[in-house]
C-alpha cells in the first residue's frame, strides 16, 4: 500500500508577545501560558490524526456510522483541526488597544448592527449565551457579519464565511483571573483585540 505522506500544521511554540498586553485589563500571562498548551494539544493532534489518515488502508467496506476507525478520525479531526484554526484567531487577534472597531470591520459592523455599541451588546449576550465560543464571521453570499455561537470548536459549522475574531469562552480563558465572572472577562477581551488584525483577517472582504 502506498503511503501519503501528511501535511502537518505548525505546532504553535509560544504565545505571540503582544498578547500579554492583556494583563493591563486582568487576562494575565499565567492564564496565556496555560492556554497555549491546549492551543499546542490542538495542533499536535491534529498532526497525529493526518498522520493516522494518511497512513490507513481506507476501506468503504469497513466503514460504519455507528462506529469505525474512519468515522472516528474524521470526526475527532474536527474537534482537533478548528480547536486550532480558533485558537490561532483568539491568539492573533487579540493584545491590541481595545476600543471601537477601525477601518473595514467598523463598516461592516455598523451595516451589520446600526452602530458599534449595538454590535457589543450582541457581542456580550452571545458570549454568555455560549458554550465555548464567540466568532465574527463575513458571509460571502450576504455581504454582512454576523455573531455567531459556537459551543465546541466543531459545533454549528457555517459555510462560506470568512471568521475574522474569535473569543475563547471556555472556563480556561478566563478562570484564573476572573473566576466564574465570565461578564468580566468579557468586557476586559474588548479592550484589547487588536483591530488592526482583524482587518488584515477581512482583507478577503469586499464591502458591497
Known amino acids: 500500500m502506498e503511503v501519503l505522506e501528511a501535511r502537518l500544521v505548525d505546532v504553535p511554540a509560544a504565545i505571540p508577545e503582544k498578547v ?15 492556554h497555549l498548551k491546549l492551543w499546542q494539544g490542538y495542533a499536535n493532534k491534529t498532526n497525529e490524526i493526518r498522520k493516522a489518515l494518511a497512513e490507513m488502508e ?17 470526526v475527532d479531526y ?7 484554526v480558533n485558537h490561532n484567531i483568539y491568539f492573533e ?5 481595545g476600543g471601537e472597531a477601525t477601518g473595514k470591520i467598523a463598516d461592516l459592523i455598523r451595516v451589520a448592527y446600526g452602530s458599534f455599541d449595538k454590535w457589543v451588546v450582541d457581542w456580550k449576550a452571545t458570549g454568555m449565551a455560549a458554550r465555548g465560543w464567540v466568532y465574527l464571521a463575513y458571509d ?24 475574522v475574531l474569535a473569543m475563547d469562552v471556555y472556563e480556561h480563558a478566563y478562570y484564573l483571573d476572573f473566576a466564574t465572572a465570565r ?15 482583524v482587518n488584515r483577517r477581512g482583507e478577503r472582504v469586499v464591502l458591497p
Not at 184 to 196: F, R
Request: charged share 25%; glycine share 6%.
Open 20 to 34: 500579554y498586553s492583556t494583563e493591563r485589563v486582568g487576562i494575565s500571562r499565567r492564564t496565556h501560558d496555560e
Open 58 to 74: 481506507v476501506d468503504p467496506t469497513k466503514a460504519n456510522q455507528i462506529y469505525s476507525m474512519m468515522r472516528a478520525l474524521k
Open 78 to 84: 474536527t474537534f482537533a483541526y478548528e480547536g486550532f
Open 93 to 97: 487577534t487579540l493584545g491590541g488597544s
Open 140 to 163: 460571502h453570499a450576504e455581504k454582512r457579519v454576523f455573531n455567531y455561537i459556537g459551543d465546541a470548536q466543531n459545533s454549528f459549522p457555517i459555510w462560506n464565511h470568512t471568521c
Open 183 to 197: 461578564m468580566k472577562y468579557i468586557e476586559a477581551y474588548l479592550q484589547v483585540i487588536d483591530w488592526d488584525a
